[in-house]
């Protein structure tokens, strides 16, 4: 038997953005290893490929490879329609791709820190849940797996477009959750909420901490009731229990990968 034949998400097909690392790169790995095929989908299209080959020498023909901004719409109809042909169709898909904040207060706050962000972190899901969705319909059971944050639930200082954004994306799941029950499409819309995760969007932290990586995984741990912060596994497995069809009577909640945060 081959490994697409086993798996928790045997013969699903998953579209993943910003996934050249961090937590895009882990959930590829996940969904590879329980037997879906994976399009990996980022800015940085040459580590997105690089990855892919990786996967590709573990399981072969299972990762497709796009260069693609998600703030360009024209980018998204052409990534989404190659993206179904090459995979064979596609059941899931994951607005993963985001960017975080640079620690500014609202007296400092700018025009263009909030409209990076909004394209980036928020409008573009828009973009991916509109395109993808007609191939998700046809695919069916399918899933629609948003990456926010704990911080679109609960504030933090100076980081009020990341916020922003971010609770934009936990409340947008739930209309398209609403539409696509509504039109009895079978397709599910969740968001995740991560706390901290060790990936390099936590650079800027370890930066203040002078470099002293430990140093800034321990200060970020300080709130946290299970005392570390989280490894890319950690979100991944969440993602997996989403996309597969484990999850087929949960939709338009939001699942909060915090190690207790914000049960305080
Ligand atoms: N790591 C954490 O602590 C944490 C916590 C909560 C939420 N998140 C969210 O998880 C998601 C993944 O973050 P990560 O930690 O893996 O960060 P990361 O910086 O490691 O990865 C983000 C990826 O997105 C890509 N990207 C950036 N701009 C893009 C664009 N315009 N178009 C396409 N791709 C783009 C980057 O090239 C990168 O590969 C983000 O939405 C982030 O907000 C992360």
């Known amino acids: 038997m081959t490994a697409e034949k ?7 097909t998953a579209l993943i953005t910003g996934a050249a690392g961090g ?5 590829a790995w996940m969904l590879v290893r329980e037997g879906a095929r994976v399009a990996l989908t980022d800015v940085d299209g040459d580590r997105a490929q690089a990855l892919a080959d990786a996967i590709n020498a573990e399981v072969a023909g299972s990762a497709f490879a796009y260069a693609h901004d998600v703030r360009s719409e024209d980018q998204w109809i052409d990534v989404v329609a190659r993206a179904a042909a090459d995979m064979g169709g596609m059941s899931v898909l994951i607005n993963n791709a985001g960017v975080g904040d640079v620690l500014l207060f609202s007296e400092q706050d700018t025009a263009e820190n909030w409209q990076r962000q909004y394209e980036i972190n928020l409008r573009s899901v828009m973009f991916g849940c509109k395109h993808a969705m007609p191939h998700l319909r046809a695919a069916a059971p399918s899933s629609i797996i948003n990456i926010s944050s704990i911080a679109g639930l609960a504030g933090a200082p100076g980081m009020g477009a990341y916020n922003a954004t971010k609770a934009g994306v936990w409340m947008y799941s ?4 609403l539409e696509a029950a509504k039109m009895e499409w079978n397709v599910r819309v969740n968001s995740v909420h991560p706390v901290f995760i060790k990936t390099p969007i936590l650079d800027p932290f370890i930066a203040m901490a002078h470099g002293d990586e430990a140093k800034a995984h321990e200060r970020l741990a300080r709130g946290i009731p299970l005392k570390r912060i989280g490894e890319p596994d950690d979100v991944a497995y969440a993602v997996l229990y989403l996309a ?3 999850s087929k009577f949960v939709t338009g909640t939001e699942l909060k990968i915090d190690g207790g945060m914000l049960a305080q």
């Open 174 to 177: 739930k209309t398209v959750a």
């Open 244 to 246: 597969s069809d484990e």
């Open 23 to 27: 937590l895009g790169e882990a959930m």
């Open 6 to 12: 086993q798996g928790r998400v045997a013969g699903k």
